[in-house]
């Protein structure tokens, strides 16, 4: 393969995967078809599928691309001086996003929800990606100088994570606000 | 309805509850529903306008089921401060999302499912989110709580936030620390020990 077919094809994937992505987050990965992909793309089911071997593949691209790009944001979003205001920062981004028109909620747990099978390997992505925001959040908490960091990096991650849903389920923010506070008075003495 | 039309009613609910729960609510199509209850679409149709209505009867079961049992922990420990009562729905809790076969929270599941705004199980799943809140608030104020909305809210993202992390982690063990938490949650909140 020539290098100028060979970069073609990369942005095909590309395009065929960003499209997937989008229908996936925004319908539901079992309400969008690989019809409506390939239309949406603009290219022919072959392409995808020399692409892509099969849906769950795709799926399988889809959801590694959002462990890649949720823990980068995550990583970005934790701005501030000390541990404490990185964490309250989460909170704070965690809103915005909350406000966000497109937001559906958190894409790992509405995969859970499509696959409830704990045995697709699908499902092996959701457990790798949580097992690195659980980490993320226990060094946040760590630095804090908290003697039982374990703990707190576990009871942060959870009501972050449990205002998401809450507020999701609700259609509210209000929770993410009262979760900060929550979470501002659980680290006070640490700050 | 008669006897036997509330049976049938009944079976296809089960059936579709089973299955829902087992493989998600988009996977499964009124086909596979009315071939696993064994009876003709044309009758589960005449039970329900639409596969819409038995998604919604199904979350409107799972929510009577869900709250159901909270009240039963509630009155099996009506004896205990309302404190010891909190922390009993939590145990509750962690024996619910313990079990191998626990495939999630219907409520949740399905807010990642219905992706249409105006589908009217949202309003099922918004009415069982306020019945749990509105319990923990009034066990809250039962125990004196000075903040019972902070605790109360604490008390839901928190079951939540469990939630989410049993199924995304697959880990049976995540209900344990939940109600570790709750523990260290209630006790600052009321300034006792539990």
């Given at each position: 393969m020539t290098q100028a077919v060979s970069k073609r094809s990369q942005k095909t994937r590309e395009r065929i995967l960003d499209t997937a992505s989008r229908l996936f987050y925004q319908q539901g990965i079992r309400a969008v078809?690989?019809?409506?992909?390939?239309?949406?793309?603009?290219?022919?089911?072959?392409?995808?599928?020399?692409?892509?071997?099969?849906?769950?593949?795709?799926?399988?691209?889809?959801m590694e691309g959002q462990k890649e790009y949720w823990l980068n944001w995550t990583r970005q979003a934790a701005t501030g001086n000390t541990p404490t205001e990185k964490i309250l920062a989460l909170f704070d981004n965690v809103e915005l996003l909350l406000k966000s028109p497109d937001f559906r909620g958190c894409p790992f747990l509405n995969g859970c929800a499509e696959f409830p099978d704990t045995t697709h390997p699908v499902r092996e992505i959701m457990v790798s990606y949580s097992g690195e925001?659980?980490?993320?959040?226990?060094?946040?908490?760590?630095?804090?100088?908290?003697?039982?960091?374990?703990?707190?990096?576990?009871?942060?991650?959870?009501?972050?994570?449990?205002?998401?849903?809450?507020?999701?389920?609700?259609g509210q923010t209000s929770p993410i606000v009262n979760a900060r506070e929550i979470a501002s008075e659980l680290l006070k003495p640490y700050t | 309805m008669n006897r036997r039309a509330l049976k049938t009613r009944e079976t296809i609910l089960d059936t579709a509850s089973r299955l829902f729960l087992q493989f998600g609510i988009n996977s499964v199509g009124v086909d596979t529903i009315v071939a696993q209850a064994g009876i003709a679409k044309m009758?589960?149709?005449n039970h329900f306008k639409s596969k819409d209505e038995?998604?919604?009867?199904?979350?409107?079961?799972?929510?009577?089921?869900?709250?159901?049992?909270?009240?039963?922990c509630l009155a099996g420990t009506r004896n205990l401060p309302p404190a010891n009562q909190l922390l009993a729905v939590f145990e509750n809790f962690e024996a619910q999302i313990r079990?191998?076969?626990?495939?999630?929270?219907?409520?949740?599941?399905?807010?990642?499912?219905?992706?249409?705004?105006?589908h009217p199980g949202h309003e099922v799943i918004q009415?069982?989110?306020?019945t749990v809140h509105r319990h923990f608030l009034e066990l809250a104020v039962k125990a004196g709580s000075p903040q019972?909305?902070?605790?109360?809210?604490?008390?839901?993202?928190?079951?939540?936030?469990?939630?989410?992390?049993?199924?995304?982690?697959?880990?049976?063990?995540?209900?344990?620390?939940?109600?570790?938490?709750?523990?260290?949650?209630?006790?600052e909140n009321l300034g006792c020990r539990i």
């Amino acid at each position: 393969m020539t290098q100028a077919v060979s970069k073609r094809s990369q942005k095909t994937r590309e395009r065929i995967l960003d499209t997937a992505s989008r229908l996936f987050y925004q319908q539901g990965i079992r309400a969008v078809g690989v019809d409506m992909i390939v239309e949406e793309a603009g290219i022919a089911k072959m392409t995808l599928y020399n692409h892509f071997r099969s849906k769950d593949e795709l799926v399988a691209a889809y959801m590694e691309g959002q462990k890649e790009y949720w823990l980068n944001w995550t990583r970005q979003a934790a701005t501030g001086n000390t541990p404490t205001e990185k964490i309250l920062a989460l909170f704070d981004n965690v809103e915005l996003l909350l406000k966000s028109p497109d937001f559906r909620g958190c894409p790992f747990l509405n995969g859970c929800a499509e696959f409830p099978d704990t045995t697709h390997p699908v499902r092996e992505i959701m457990v790798s990606y949580s097992g690195e925001i659980h980490r993320f959040f226990q060094e946040l908490a760590r630095d804090t100088g908290c003697e039982n960091y374990e703990s707190l990096g576990s009871t942060l991650l959870y009501l972050i994570e449990g205002a998401l849903v809450f507020g999701n389920l609700m259609g509210q923010t209000s929770p993410i606000v009262n979760a900060r506070e929550i979470a501002s008075e659980l680290l006070k003495p640490y700050t | 309805m008669n006897r036997r039309a509330l049976k049938t009613r009944e079976t296809i609910l089960d059936t579709a509850s089973r299955l829902f729960l087992q493989f998600g609510i988009n996977s499964v199509g009124v086909d596979t529903i009315v071939a696993q209850a064994g009876i003709a679409k044309m009758t589960l149709y005449n039970h329900f306008k639409s596969k819409d209505e038995l998604v919604t009867e199904f979350l409107e079961r799972e929510h009577m089921k869900i709250i159901s049992g909270m009240e039963q922990c509630l009155a099996g420990t009506r004896n205990l401060p309302p404190a010891n009562q909190l922390l009993a729905v939590f145990e509750n809790f962690e024996a619910q999302i313990r079990r191998p076969e626990f495939r999630g929270c219907a409520f949740i599941n399905s807010t990642a499912e219905l992706s249409e705004s105006d589908h009217p199980g949202h309003e099922v799943i918004q009415r069982h989110v306020a019945t749990v809140h509105r319990h923990f608030l009034e066990l809250a104020v039962k125990a004196g709580s000075p903040q019972p909305e902070i605790l109360a809210q604490s008390l839901m993202f928190l079951i939540h936030g469990a939630t989410a992390s049993r199924c995304m982690t697959n880990n049976p063990n995540v209900g344990q620390m939940a109600r570790e938490t709750a523990r260290l949650i209630i006790q600052e909140n009321l300034g006792c020990r539990i």
